[in-house]
């Protein structure tokens, strides 16, 4: 069992920059598909970007791609989501989770994901 803990959030104007960190203790993140999720007020939550096991592909929904970057340190047990050009629509309770098994298929699915974070707030200001 893998325990996830998010760091990173914050206030920002519209254009500006986050990195969001998932430290994670108990198990390796390799031995995991990883994934970001993040809701807002009022909504579902929502994929916003994957690693797979293997650290060889990422995966990103279309309303972050090309401004969001998922990674990871093998060596720190940790995972980041690099968020540049935010936006207002951005602003959103950002959470990491783990999947110990799970089709490329089911990446954007939260309910396919065993383990989770407890959130943090990012807010992004017009």
């Known amino acids: 069992q893998v325990q996830l803990v998010e760091s990173g959030g914050g206030l920002v104007q519209a254009g500006g920059s986050l990195s969001l960190s998932c430290a994670a203790s108990g198990r390796t993140v390799s031995s995991y598909t990883m994934g970001w999720f993040r809701q807002a007020p009022g909504k579902e939550r929502e994929f916003a970007a994957a690693l797979t096991r293997s650290g060889g592909s990422t995966y990103y929904a279309d309303s972050v791609k090309g401004r969001f970057t998922i990674s990871r340190d093998n060596a720190k047990n940790t995972l980041y989501l690099q968020m540049n050009n935010l936006k207002p629509e951005d602003t959103a309770v950002y959470y990491c989770?783990?999947?110990?098994?799970?089709?490329?298929?089911?990446?954007?699915?939260?309910?396919?994901?065993?383990?989770w974070g407890q959130g943090t707030q990012v807010t992004v200001s017009s």
């Open positions: 989770a783990a999947s110990r098994y799970i089709n490329s298929n089911y990446y954007i699915v939260p309910s396919k994901y065993d383990y």
